[in-house]
Antibody, heavy 117, light 110 residues
Framework: EVQLVESGGNLVQPGGSLRLSCAGS????????MVWVRQAPGKGLEWVAN????????HYVDSVRGRFTISRDNAKDSVFLQMNNLRPDDTAVYYC??????????WGQGTPVTVSS | QFVLTQPPSASGTPGQRVTISCSGG????????VNWYQQLPGTAPKLLIF???QRPSGVPDRFSGSKSDTSASLAIGGLQSEDEADYYC???????????FGPGTQVTVL
């Protein structure tokens, strides 16, 4: 069974940092693009970043470029999102999802991030 | 603000057919496959349609997708109460180098 489990969400002050993790299981992790998507309270889905199979390609939404970094460790079947200089408008539930030809066929349960003083 | 546009809401009675449109441009829908997601309240999104018209295993065949030029549509045939959810279209945008979602359409079963 394919599973994605996020962790690391928390309450953080503006300007602070957080590192989100997503552990995959039940599939060959190293063969898939991985994606982070977020959803602010009461809002729609927003793609944040993705990373290719060996970590050599990364893409970011403009609003996080330069502040967030996506990375992966295929030996640990995990993808990460390092979030720096956090702003209140980064407050959201952050989901990781499996990419590929059927992007988002599998999602984690989400981890909440709140940026507030 | 949104690269892809969708109607904010749609509704129908049980058994009716409901169609949701998604309009974009040549940099996204016009040159890349469209995917559709369903999100029930309080849950993670679920992939409903990928590659314009393909259903993942387990998705009922009353859900169907289509694409023409720079627009796409999701049709729900035989609407059921459990179809009450938010529906999002999405596609890769080659100009933005980003995966873009539409604003979502809330479907209500009357």
């Amino acid at each position: 069974e394919v599973q994605l489990v996020e962790s690391g969400g928390n309450l953080v002050q503006p300007g602070g940092s957080l590192r989100l993790s997503c552990a995959g299981s039940g599939f060959m992790f190293s063969k898939y693009w991985m994606v982070w998507v977020r959803q602010a309270p009461g809002k729609g889905l927003e793609w944040v970043a993705n990373i290719n199979q060996d970590g050599s390609q990364e893409h970011y939404v403009d609003s996080v470029r330069g502040r967030f970094t996506i990375s992966r460790d295929n030996a640990k079947d995990s993808v990460f999102l390092q979030m720096n200089n956090l702003r209140p408008d980064d407050t959201a539930v952050y989901y990781c999802a499996r990419g590929g030809s059927a992007p988002g066929e599998y999602w984690g349960q989400g981890t909440p991030v709140t940026v507030s003083s | 603000q949104f690269v892809l546009t969708q109607p904010p809401s749609a509704s129908g009675t049980p058994g009716q057919r409901v169609t949701i449109s998604c309009s974009g441009g040549t940099s996204n829908i016009g040159n890349n496959p469209v995917n559709w997601y369903q999100q029930l309240p309080g849950t993670a999104p679920k992939l409903l349609i990928f590659g314009n018209d393909q259903r993942p295993s387990g998705v009922p065949d009353r859900f169907s997708g289509s694409k023409s030029d720079t627009s796409a549509s999701l049709a729900i045939g035989g609407l059921q109460s459990e179809d009450e959810a938010d529906y999002y279209c999405a596609a890769w945008d080659g100009r933005l180098h980003a995966y873009v979602f539409g604003p979502g359409t809330q479907v209500t079963v009357l």
